[in-house]
């Protein structure tokens, strides 16, 4: 099993900061990849952000690339957002995910992920 618990989320000004923790505990499971969705009322959940473990890769979608920066800390299996720049578009529940088991699922695709958080509420206000 893995637990996966996002913090950091509040409400915020349009041009504000925010900086979201995401911890997986797990003893027995490999992290491969640590992920950040976000879903707003009535729309599908998207793909926000994602790092590898092993490679240290990072992935963006085009409408946080720039303004966001995910990094990650391998030894206490944490992942880190760091929202700069925030607009009201950038609302909704945040959603920290851990993909466990290698698959040919593009790492942008939730079903790519094995375990979720409860997610994190961001608010940006104009």
């Known amino acids: 099993q893995v637990q996966v618990q996002e913090s950091g989320g509040g409400l915020v000004q349009a041009g504000d900061s925010l900086k979201l923790s995401c911890a997986a505990s797990t003893r027995t499971f490999r992290i491969i990849t640590m992920g950040w969705f976000r879903q707003a009322p009535g729309r599908e959940r998207e793909f926000v952000a994602a790092a590898t473990w092993s490679g240290g890769n990072t992935y963006y979608s085009d409408s946080v690339k720039g303004r966001f920066t995910i990094t990650r800390d391998n030894a206490k299996n944490t992942v880190y957002l760091q929202m700069n720049n925030l607009n009201p578009e950038d609302s909704g529940a945040y959603y920290c995910?851990?993909?466990?088991?290698?698959?040919?699922?593009?790492?942008?695709?939730?079903?790519?992920?094995?375990?979720w958080g409860q997610g994190t509420q961001v608010t940006v206000s104009s």
């Open positions: 995910a851990a993909q466990t088991v290698y698959s040919s699922i593009r790492i942008s695709q939730p079903a790519n992920y094995d375990y």
